[in-house]
Each structure stands twice: as C-alpha cells, then as structure tokens.
C-alpha cells in the first residue's frame, strides 16, 4: 500500500524558509511515470495545488508562488522536497504531499508562519 | 488558468435520499488522448481529501458504488444515488488537465 508522509516544521517566522519533505513507501518513486505533489489548504484561499516533480527532475510551479519556490526529489531516500522563501501570515495552513494528483494524500502538515 | 465553478455550495440531505454536485470548467478538459482530466474529492471533517471520481467517470478503488461521475467538455456531475451519514463533508472537483491545476470552491453536504 502507497503512503506518504509529510515531516517539517510546524512554526515558521515570517520572512524565513519554510521546508517540508515527503517520505513515499510502499512504492518505488521511480517505479512508474507518475508525478509527485504538493497542495495546501490556506484560510485564505482554500484548497491549492503548489508544484509537482517527476522522478528525473523535471517540474513545474503555480505561477502565484513560483518566484519563491523549489521543489526537488532525491530518489536514494525515496522522498520529495519542498521549499518556501520569504513566508508570510498567508502562508499559514496544511500542507499535503500526493502521489500524483490525486491518490493517495498524505495525512499533511500544518505549517503556521508567526513571530 | 483554468477556472473551476462548482454548484451548489452547501446542500442538507436526508439519508436514503441522492444528491448531486455540479462542476463547470472555463475550458473543455478533454485531453487528446480522449479522457477527461477532471477528478472529484470528499474531505471529512478533520481528514486530506479522498479520491472518489479520476477522469470524469473512473470510481476509484475502495469507493461505494453510490458514488458516481458523468459529464464531458466543460460540465461534471458528481451524484450520490443514496446518501450515507459517512457522506458528510466537503466535496471539491480539481482540473488536472493544464498548471496550474485548480480545484472548485467547494460543495459542503450535511445530513437534515
């Protein structure tokens, strides 16, 4: 069975660098042609899909986040990554790590950007 | 991008009773290859969001049968033929076929 788990930080100081990786057992990241998620769930706007990365690197970004955002994957441990620069109140929310984009979520994280 | 209206954005059901969640897409999700990139998600109260419905019509694994998927080009339904009490939360349609993927605003279900 195909889980993943998010691990990261739960308190963020605004202006700093939010990172959360996501550990997938159960399947090989590489075993097949899928892409590999982020999503988060904000007060502010509800449900979003933040950035995916396939297994060779290649990726892609929400337009609205992409100037502080990086996604990486390190296929040795079998997990993905995530980073965040320059975190405000707004980033403030649950983040969910999905293989593909759609099944299954991870159980997520909750992430709060406070002083 | 792709915007994603989904209607109505709360529904009361009475159990036994169906219930149907709609979901218009600004453009047509129809990919070349024939299907359509358009997935459906209930999420309880406290939990991620669970896959029911991938590319319109496919009900994913461990999913009732009560639940279904239909529509093409710009319209999805996603029905209820017989509503449960575990049917309770929000349901959400997400556009998977073009970045940014973006989901609807949501439907809240709750029992009468």
């Known amino acids: 069975q195909v889980h993943l788990q998010e691990s990261g930080p739960g308190l963020v100081r605004p202006s700093q660098t939010l990172s959360l990786t996501c550990t997938v057992s159960?399947?090989?990241?590489?075993?097949?042609?899928?892409?590999w998620s982020w999503f988060r769930q904000t007060p502010g706007k509800g449900l979003e899909w933040i950035a995916f990365?396939?297994?060779?690197?290649?990726?892609s970004y929400s337009p609205s986040l992409k100037s502080r955002l990086s996604i990486s994957v390190d296929t040795s441990k079998n997990q993905f990554s995530l980073t965040l620069a320059s975190v405000t109140a707004a980033d403030t929310g649950v983040y969910y790590c999905v293989r593909g984009s759609g099944y299954p979520w991870g159980q997520g994280t909750l992430v709060t950007v406070s002083s | 991008d792709i915007v994603m209206t989904q209607s109505p954005p709360s529904l009361s059901v009475t159990p036994g009773e169906p219930a149907s969640i709609s979901c218009r897409a600004s453009?047509?999700?129809?990919?070349?290859?024939?299907?359509?990139?358009l997935e459906w998600f209930l999420q309880r109260p406290g939990q991620s969001p669970q896959l029911l419905i991938y590319l319109g019509s496919h009900r994913a694994s461990g999913v009732p049968d009560r639940f279904s998927g239909s529509g093409s080009g710009t319209d999805f339904t996603l029905k209820i033929s017989r509503v449960e009490p575990e049917d309770v939360g929000i349901y959400y349609c997400l556009q998977a076929l073009q970045t940014p993927l973006t989901f609807g605003g949501g439907t809240r279900v709750e029992m009468k």
């Open positions: 990365i396939y297994h060779s690197g290649s990726a």
């Open positions: 453009q047509s999700l129809l990919n070349h290859n024939g299907y359509h990139y």
């Open positions: 159960g399947t090989s990241i590489i075993s097949a042609d899928y892409y």
